[in-house]
Structure formats: structure tokens, C-alpha cells
């Protein structure tokens, strides 16, 4: 079982800019697949971006051009840089990991990033 822990989210206006981290702790290994998953009031939870170790990324088309995810050097820390915010950004955003390619997600506590003026 991954521990994830998060941090970075909060309140900022409409244009500004926002990173999210996340560091995973799984017994000494690294992790195959770090990632963000955000979920808004009244909505289903929507796959924002992952990032495998194998150098696959996946962007959401809702936003791709203004957010990017990184690993630090280790690949137990993920980082989602999120740019040009706009109010349907909002939602509370979850860091999700699994250690190897074929587990389950294991899942943050989430963090609120909310985009208003």
C-alpha cells in the first residue's frame, strides 16, 4: 500500500497559477505511475494527468496546454503545475500512485484548489 501525502492547494484568481505535490512513501521502491485526479462539486472524478516511469504522460484535453506533471528524481514526488487557472478548475484534486503497472491506484486525501476572483 502506497501513503500518499499532498500539498498546494488553495484559493487563487482566474489567469494565476498553482502547483500541486505529492510525495508517496512505499517501503523503499519507487512508484511506476504517480498522477492527480480532480473531482468539483455534483461531478464524477476526472483523470487530470499521469506520469508513468516508462515516460508515458497523459494529459486531460480539458487541460492540456496550461497544466504539467513532473516527477522529482526519486519518482516517489509528483508535481502538477497548473497555469492559466480558470473557475472550472475548481474541484478537490487527488494524488494517486501504484507501485507497479498493474496495481490499483492508491489515493491521497485530496487537496481544494479553488479559481475565483
Known amino acids: 500500500q502506497v501513503q500518499l501525502e499532498e500539498s498546494g492547494g488553495g484559493l487563487v484568481q482566474p489567469g494565476g497559477s498553482l502547483r500541486l505535490s505529492c510525495r508517496a512513501s512505499?517501503?523503499?521502491?519507487?512508484?511506476?505511475?504517480m498522477g492527480w485526479y480532480r473531482q468539483a462539486p455534483g461531478n464524477e472524478r476526472e483523470l487530470v494527468a499521469h506520469?508513468?516511469?516508462?515516460?508515458?504522460?497523459f494529459y486531460a484535453d480539458s487541460v492540456k496546454g496550461r497544466f504539467t506533471i513532473s516527477r522529482g528524481s526519486a519518482r516517489n514526488t509528483v508535481y502538477l503545475q497548473m497555469d492559466d487557472l480558470k473557475p472550472e478548475d475548481t474541484a478537490v484534486y487527488y494524488c494517486v500512485a501504484a507501485q507497479y503497472s498493474d496495481d490499483p491506484w492508491s489515493w491521497g486525501q485530496g487537496t481544494q484548489v479553488t479559481v475565483s476572483s
Open positions: 512505499a517501503a523503499g521502491f519507487s512508484i511506476y505511475t
Open positions: 506520469d508513468t516511469s516508462a515516460g508515458n504522460t
